[in-house]
């Protein structure tokens, strides 16, 4: 209306018809939609694939571990494309292009299923994982002794949610016996208050999602890779959404009758 009050005052009537052209101008051109769209169906770099001889081995560790929106509009901004990531859905929406889903475990292609276990350290970033064939107390004393390792001095509050296996009879007398180790068990129905939950939708992205695995050491092996390369680029994990940033002031108009 500002605006409509400012052309009537400087043109009288005849400013205040469509002058065309108004608008936000689109941010991308139809020519470099289709750069979009093939991304999805180029191979991602710095995730784990499959080589000549069968193995699985990370090509590159530069770029992006697999096709998210993130993924893709960090990748179309280098190849000179400004565009956004709500965007990026669109166009990928629009087009019927779909990107890369996840999923919470890995089963092999001769149907046997594999755990991962792991234990964010949020001082750092850095994650301890191992895969297992089960969630049993022994597998889940066998991390424990993993963070124990990686952590050789002071104690460790490790939170976990109520899991038969963690506070299980066997359990108990490891726990004697590793008196550094303490157990913070969170609410029932409130995993959102551990951050590693978090961690796991960022391995799944790296590791497990879209690939077809042969047997569970190639789960082993991108599980392997895909933590090398996240604590390589960790950062410090702070529980809580940031500060929103600070509104510009804006103009102020002194209206005179």
Same mark, same amino acid.
């Given at each position: 209306?500002?605006?409509?009050?400012?052309?009537? #005052?400087?043109?009288?009537?005849?400013?205040?018809?469509?002058?065309?052209?108004?608008?936000?101008?689109?941010?991308?051109?139809?020519?470099?939609?289709?750069?979009?769209?093939?991304?999805?169906? $180029?191979?991602?770099?710095?995730?784990?694939?499959?080589?000549?001889?069968?193995?699985?081995?990370?090509?590159?560790?530069?770029?992006?571990?697999?096709?998210?929106?993130?993924?893709?509009?960090?990748?179309?901004?280098?190849?000179?494309?400004?565009?956004?990531?709500?965007?990026?859905?669109?166009?990928?929406?629009?087009?019927?292009?779909?990107?890369?889903?996840? $999923?919470?475990?890995?089963?092999? #292609?001769?149907?046997?299923? &594999?755990?991962?276990?792991?234990?964010?350290?949020?001082?750092?970033?850095?994650?301890?994982?191992?895969?297992? +064939? @089960?969630?049993? @107390?022994?597998?889940?004393?066998?991390?424990?002794?993993?963070?124990?390792?990686?952590?050789?001095?002071?104690?460790?509050?490790?939170?976990?949610?109520?899991?038969?296996?963690?506070?299980?009879?066997?359990?108990?007398?490891?726990?004697?016996?590793?008196?550094?180790?303490?157990?913070?068990?969170?609410?029932?129905?409130?995993?959102?208050? #551990?951050?590693?939950? +978090?961690?796991?939708?960022?391995?799944?992205?790296?590791?497990?999602?879209?690939?077809?695995?042969?047997?569970?050491?190639?789960?082993?092996?991108?599980?392997?890779?895909?933590? &090398?390369?996240?604590?390589?680029?960790?950062?410090?994990?702070?529980?809580?959404?940031?500060?929103?940033?600070?509104?510009?002031?804006?103009?102020?108009? &002194?209206?005179?009758?």
């Amino acid at each position: 209306m500002r605006r409509w009050l400012h052309r009537f #005052n400087r043109s009288g009537l005849e400013c205040l018809e469509d002058l065309g052209g108004q608008g936000r101008k689109p941010r991308i051109t139809q020519a470099e939609r289709p750069h979009i769209i093939a991304l999805v169906k $180029r191979p991602p770099l710095g995730r784990p694939r499959r080589q000549a001889d069968g193995a699985l081995e990370a090509d590159d560790e530069s770029g992006p571990p697999v096709w998210t929106l993130d993924g893709l509009t960090e990748v179309a901004r280098k190849d000179g494309i400004e565009v956004g990531r709500s965007q990026v859905r669109r166009i990928l929406l629009a087009e019927g292009a779909r990107w890369c889903r996840t $999923r919470t475990w890995a089963r092999s #292609n001769d149907g046997e299923k &594999t755990w991962v276990h792991g234990t964010l350290r949020v001082q750092d970033g850095k994650e301890v994982t191992m895969t297992a +064939a @089960s969630r049993n @107390s022994a597998f889940y004393q066998q991390i424990l002794q993993r963070v124990e390792n990686a952590n050789p001095a002071g104690d460790v509050y490790v939170v976990t949610d109520n899991l038969s296996s963690h506070p299980s009879v066997s359990t108990r007398p490891w726990h004697e016996d590793h008196p550094r180790i303490h157990h913070v068990f969170i609410p029932v129905g409130a995993c959102w208050l #551990n951050l590693q939950e +978090a961690w796991w939708r960022l391995l799944r992205k790296t590791a497990l999602a879209g690939q077809s695995f042969a047997s569970p050491d190639e789960i082993e092996t991108a599980t392997r890779l895909s933590t &090398t390369q996240l604590n390589k680029r960790a950062r410090p994990w702070i529980w809580g959404r940031p500060a929103p940033p600070t509104r510009p002031l804006r103009r102020r108009y &002194t209206y005179i009758l």
